[in-house]
Nanobody, 124 residues
């Protein structure tokens, strides 16, 4: 029902910045949670940040607070993740995800729709 397309991943030096984009298409719903998760080799999928649509309520994972910022373009159904002061620990595949409803959850198990992922590599 919902298709998600991510872009913006790549390789950067430590201390640099990167901006990820996620665009939703197909059958969309006015009330939903749209967010980002990441998964590094040998680790479980980790919550990064999410926003409730259309309310605008946001939440961030502890490891990215103060460095990552969400923004959105309502007309384009697009969510952005501005990542600053990147470190090698941020290296992972980043996934966009959506769940229906208006309650923000941080567990990846409750998200129904997923993008293909975009790789972020941060070198020292």
């Amino acid at each position: 029902q919902v298709q998600l397309v991510e872009s913006g991943g790549g390789s950067v030096q430590a201390g640099g910045s990167l901006r990820l984009s996620c665009t939703a298409s197909g059958r969309t719903f006015s009330t939903r949670v749209m967010g980002w998760f990441r998964q590094a080799p040998g680790k479980e999928r980790e919550f990064v940040a999410a926003i409730v649509w259309p309310d605008g309520f946001t939440a961030y994972g502890d490891s990215v607070k103060g460095r990552f910022t969400l923004s959105r373009d309502n007309a384009k159904n697009t969510l952005y993740l501005q990542m600053n002061t990147l470190t090698p620990e941020d290296t992972a595949v980043y996934y966009c995800a959506v769940r229906l409803g208006n309650y923000l959850q941080q567990s990846p198990l409750v998200y129904s729709y997923w993008g293909q992922g975009t790789r972020v590599t941060v070198s020292s």
